[in-house]
């Protein structure tokens, strides 16, 4: 038990930081706390991406002289990163787009509390 | 030549019209209308070609760049995705016809903007459709509910609350999805498609594949509405202007039950399936007793989609080939049923004033060809005969019988008479409820459709419609509703040629083996 905590210590962090953000997504009543939970979790899952391309020992990938060509085993997989750039971008457009959205819900109803919301929908 | 590269045109040019509506608009308002309609009808004929050309010599693989898979990304048109993206390009031409007259009326500032954003919608659902690539899937993905996003907070009040839970819901089911994909990258190394399918086999019951596979389909569950997590459906389907429901109503959540096709059968169906064939009766059952509750007629129809979904889904979880051609009927079926359904809808708002079912008493004599189309379309939900809604049911029934899940045969039949119950009261208030005075209350119709960012729809008369004078919608809006209404009876009665020349290649492979 202990020696897979402490290899995998990195995904219980992540997953522990994945369940707290859908807590705040599904508990918080305040739409910018929603939107802060919704970060978390998209952060929680780059990281494991980013966690996955670890290496004991290995170094970034770039050639490095003093590193044989014929031993790639001591550089990092390069493709989560590439990849989680990608989705860098994605987590920051849904960002974006959040906030405008919580900036029209705003003005709209002058207030971003979700169950004042909730109830004003409601009542018309 | 064009056959040969469509899998790569379709997605391209959707997205490369995406960015020349907002070039030429700035110039020309008018002119992004166009624009849309020859990108709509050109991805039609590329998926047309694209489709033929599957059919006469099997599968088109193209390499994006010319890298080949499984390093490169790879866009495959198999028999499957040529159904589906014909059915996206197809549904996305009505719509862009009928959204002429329906956008200016609607949204008359917004018109190149909403143009440009759901010609992204089409790119990222057509991208989704046929990319063999579970990353480059996740993009896609985004893409299209990004759009979808902004598509459904442009409509009344209360449309940017309700597109704000569908987005904290939308991402959190994509992040769900890209969790997946890790862990099934952790374990396989690779993210093709057809690659995973040949490592598969050797780590198939490693944990972290079985939570991989768990954690995407939760993900699409969320994207497809299943029964637990349909919350976001009806609220981003009722407040949204009638266009953008009309748009993504009829095929974003069918792109994501596709999507959920493409990973069941990437190597054999995992063990959890049969869990999911039990939500998918929950969703089929709950969805329909829903629905009967609803008062407003754009929410009965969001309900009934949940329902409907259902039915897709419980067609592919059922593992047999009958069932599985169910749900590819039930895919084209729904399809075009939702889109009468969602453009009549818009055209009533327009011309009645009001969605409010217990209103509609008179919208015969007010609408008559509407009406025609939007009661086959009521027949083929329900499953009356000469409707393709019968022959999806019945294969769906034919699969489950040929199971022996007798509960699901009752989910079916009971979901049926549910149907009947809240799409006939439709009919019945309409053709049958006697005048009562409560009718004369005139309806301001600025009152039901405030736009968001403070404004206010143009038209601010009262509207009055106790005389029930004649008020059909415009040629260009009855067009297409009619082209998909005599769609649904035609995709019924040649629904043998379409199971024998079409379905019947998409079944997987090892389907056939499954069974036998």
């Known amino acids: ?124 | 030549m064009i056959a040969q590269n469509s899998p790569a045109l379709i997605p391209v040019l959707y997205l490369l019209a995406a960015i020349i509506i907002p070039i030429t608009g700035y110039f020309r308002a008018g002119s992004a209308f166009y624009v849309a309609v020859l990108t709509s009808a050109a991805v039609f004929v590329v998926s047309l070609l694209g489709l033929q050309e599957v059919l006469t010599n099997g599968t088109i693989s193209y390499h994006l760049a010319g890298w080949m898979p499984p390093l490169g990304i790879e866009l495959v048109l198999d028999p499957l995705s040529a159904f589906i993206s014909l059915l996206i390009s197809f549904s996305a031409l009505m719509v862009i016809i009928y959204a002429k007259d329906n956008v200016a009326m609607e949204l008359p500032e917004k018109v190149m903007p909403f143009y440009s954003v759901s010609m992204l919608l089409l790119g990222g659902l057509a991208g989704m459709t046929l990319t063999g690539d579970l990353f480059n899937l996740y993009v896609f993905l985004e893409i299209a509910a990004i759009a979808g996003y902004a598509l459904l907070a442009i409509g009344n009040k209360r449309a940017p609350f309700s597109a704000f839970r569908y987005l904290t819901l939308g991402t959190a089911g994509a992040a769900f999805y890209l969790m997946g994909v890790a862990f099934i990258f952790i374990s396989t190394g690779t993210l093709n498609m057809v690659d995973i399918a040949s490592v598969l086999p050797e780590v198939q019951d490693q944990t972290a594949v079985i939570v991989g596979l768990v954690l995407i389909v939760l993900g699409l569950a969320v994207k497809m509405g299943l029964f637990p997590i349909h919350q976001w459906l009806p609220d981003a389907y009722t407040y949204a202007s009638s266009t953008a429901t009309v748009l993504i109503a009829p095929i974003g959540t069918k792109v994501a039950a596709y999507v959920l096709i493409r990973v069941l059968t990437i190597y054999e169906f995992p063990t959890f399936i049969e869990t999911l064939t039990w939500v998918a009766a929950a969703s089929i059952i709950a969805g329909s007793i829903l629905a009967i509750a609803q008062k407003d007629i754009k929410r009965m129809l969001a309900y009934s989609s949940v329902a409907n979904i259902g039915y897709i889904t419980l067609g592919i979880t059922l593992a047999n080939p009958l069932a599985f051609i169910g749900a590819l009927m039930h895919i084209l079926n729904h399809a075009m049923m939702k889109l009468v359904l969602f453009m009549a809808a818009g055209g009533i708002l327009n011309k009645m004033g009001t969605l409010s079912m217990s209103r509609m008493r008179g919208f015969p004599t007010v609408m008559p060809i509407t009406t025609f189309a939007f009661i086959i379309a009521l027949l083929s939900m329900v499953g009356i005969p000469p409707t393709g809604g019968f022959f999806s049911k019945i294969y769906l029934l034919l699969g489950a019988i040929e199971t022996e899940s007798w509960f699901f045969v009752f989910a079916i039949l009971l979901s049926t008479l549910l149907a009947v119950a809240y799409l006939f009261r439709f009919i019945n208030i309409a053709f049958f409820r006697p005048y009562e005075k409560s009718d004369d209350k005139k309806i301001i119709q600025s009152s039901e459709l405030t736009l968001a960012f403070g404004q206010v729809s143009p038209d601010q008369s009262p509207k009055e419609f106790e005389s029930m004078k004649r008020n059909e919608m415009s040629l260009l809006m009855l067009i297409p509703v009619l082209i998909v209404a005599i769609g649904i009876i035609l995709v019924g009665v040649f629904n043998g040629m379409i199971i024998q020349n079409l379905l019947n290649l998409a079944i997987p492979d090892f389907f056939v083996a499954y069974v036998n």
């Open chain 1, 1 to 124: 038990m202990l020696e897979l905590i402490e290899g995998h210590y990195a995904y219980f962090f992540l997953m522990l930081l994945f369940m707290i953000g859908i807590y705040a997504m599904m508990m918080k009543r305040n739409l910018m706390k929603k939107i802060m939970g919704m970060s978390m979790i998209q952060s929680a899952t780059i990281m494991v991406w980013i966690v996955s391309a670890y290496k004991d020992g290995g170094t970034i990938p770039v050639m490095d002289p003093n590193i044989s060509l014929d031993n790639p085993d001591l550089y990092l997989n390069p493709l989560p990163h590439t990849l989680m750039l990608t989705a860098i971008v994605v987590a920051v457009v849904t960002l974006g787009v959040s906030f405008a959205l919580a900036v029209s819900v705003y003005r709209n109803y002058n207030t971003l509390d979700e169950n004042e919301l909730l109830d004003r929908t409601k009542e018309q």
